[in-house]
């Protein structure tokens, strides 16, 4: 393919992209294929010769499409958002235009320091205290991750090695292997799977502080364990703080937990992957009041912000704790320019050495959206939530599980664990609509996010009526076997 081939087949692909986008309303929301549907369709083996752009095109409809789960169908109500604007899609196609690889500064001027500028602007939307920006003379700043589990696993390490060097320093007799049999880290019970996961990668205990009624955790209960835990001669090292849980969007309560980390020595990084987004409107902020305790904060973009995976946001209060954890400076990625910008190492920053130019889509949809019309884009996902909730209130046969904070709606029918999970099995077997569940102590319950940039009013109410009357369905059916039996 030659230049005058790839402007016309990328016009051809920028169409059929936006002619997608479009129309995906028409479009199943949950594919029917079985595992292993692919393979069969393929050859077994990559093409000796060339095949057409052609070829290529028209199996995207016969082999993709009937796999594919469309995120962005404002049908799509699991999980969280999966962000996407115009915008960010073309400053990807950008991005991979120029194909840099911004592992240091002499590797991509522009690739890392927009990195900084960028990260610095989304602190400032949020309201994030001086030090985690990096400014001209900060000693903190951002940097982009490829998912919010990587920045958790990245804060965990960085507090594992700062850790290590305080205790060799204070008892020079304890080897780095007896320290690190000694180590332990906590989340809550509700946190994602990924914090757990982060653990097991660093080789150190986890422990689980439980929540409370509104499945927060509590400073009083994080107390009790750290002091069960130093007892018992452990050293604790590393709190995650989860702001949006993943089960129901609770809330840990920085405030106390903040204080009891920094007297403590316990690095707490605040995970607020989705509920981030929603801390640039201002009747939301309070929601991350106590971040001024935290060693680092993080929160997803690429899941409400319109900007499109991966693009994960990570800050740090003193950034020579991660540098100093990950630093390797070998000849040929040294450059002369190195000491004059204080940011110039970005890799020191993240596991891979190699970065996409990811800053060009914030860049992008920060200017072409501005702050006002991202905030506006939260404010209505919550105010469809909230419609959502108003509806399942008004049916006496469900019940709200969680308070509904953000663009979340926890609901479930009275009755028991076997009942819900039919209802959700009849939800998804339609394929109307897409759901996932959780459990939220003992309860099955059904998870209703709002997910689409598209999503209106109407398909709304279209979701609850297509729920409400599967619901009067399955409870007709339980209800005759009941008798039956």
């Not at 592992?103 to 500028?117: G, H, I, N």
């Not at 990096?134 to 390490?157: H, P, R, Y």
């Not at 130093?230 to 089960?247: E, N, R, Y």
């Not at 929160?299 to 020579?320: E, Q």
Request: proline content about 4%.
């Amino acid at each position: 393919m030659d230049a005058a081939e790839f402007r016309k087949r990328g016009k051809e692909m920028v169409d059929y992209v936006a002619d997608y986008l479009e129309k995906i309303e028409k479009r199943q929301v949950f594919p029917d294929v079985e595992p292993g549907y692919l393979r069969p369709l393929i050859s077994d083996c990559a093409p000796q010769d060339p095949e057409s752009f052609e070829d290529v095109f028209k199996d995207i409809e016969k082999i993709i499409m009937p796999g594919v789960t469309h995120w962005h169908s404002p049908y799509f109500f699991a999980y969280f958002p999966s962000a996407s604007s115009y915008p960010a899609l073309l400053a990807d196609m950008l991005c991979g235009g120029i194909g840099c690889v911004g592992f240091s500064w002499a590797a991509s001027p522009a690739c890392t320091e927009l990195e900084t500028v960028m990260l610095d602007w989304l602190g400032k939307m949020v309201n994030l205290p001086e030090e985690f920006l990096a400014g001209k003379d900060g000693q903190g700043g951002g940097v982009i991750q490829g998912s919010a589990s990587e920045a958790t696993l990245i804060a965990l390490l960085a507090a594992r090695t700062k850790i290590i060097r305080q205790v060799q320093s204070e008892k020079p007799e304890l080897t780095e292997t007896e320290i690190m049999g000694r180590l332990v880290a906590y989340a809550s019970d509700q946190a994602h799977s990924s914090v757990e996961r982060a653990a097991l990668i660093g080789a150190v205990k986890i422990k689980n502080v439980p929540s409370d009624d509104t499945f927060s955790v509590r400073g009083s209960a994080l107390k009790k364990v750290l002091d069960e835990d130093k007892a018992a001669g452990l050293i604790p090292f590393f709190f995650c703080a989860t702001l949006g849980t993943t089960p129901c969007c609770s809330f840990d309560k920085l405030l106390e937990l903040g204080p009891i980390c920094n007297k403590e020595n316990i690095w707490m990084h605040i995970d607020a992957a989705y509920a981030g987004s929603a801390f640039i409107c201002p009747e939301f902020r309070h929601l991350l009041n106590g971040v001024e305790f935290a060693d680092s904060f993080n929160f997803n973009p690429h899941k409400w912000l319109l900007v499109n995976f991966d693009c994960s946001a990570m800050w740090v209060k003193k950034r020579s704790d991660l540098i100093g954890a990950f630093k390797l400076e070998p000849l040929y990625l040294q450059h002369h320019h190195q000491e004059l910008f204080s940011l110039s190492g970005l890799q020191h920053w993240q596991i891979p050495l190699g970065r996409r130019f990811r800053s060009l889509k914030l860049w992008f949809v920060l200017r072409m959206y501005g702050v006002k019309g991202l905030q506006e884009h939260i404010r209505k996902h919550i105010r469809l939530s909230h419609q959502f909730e108003h509806l399942v209130l008004q049916d006496e046969r469900f019940e709200i599980c969680a308070e509904v904070v953000l663009g979340l709606v926890c609901f479930r029918l009275k009755g028991s664990n076997e009942l819900n999970e039919a209802l959700l099995k009849s939800i998804n077997d339609a394929k109307k609509i897409h759901l996932v569940p959780c459990h939220l102590r003992e309860k099955f319950v059904l998870r209703f996010a709002i997910c689409s940039r598209t999503v209106e009013s109407t398909h709304i109410k279209f979701a609850w009526q297509h729920i409400s009357q599967l619901a009067t369905d399955l409870l007709k059916t339980w209800e005759q076997n009941h008798q039956q039996q």
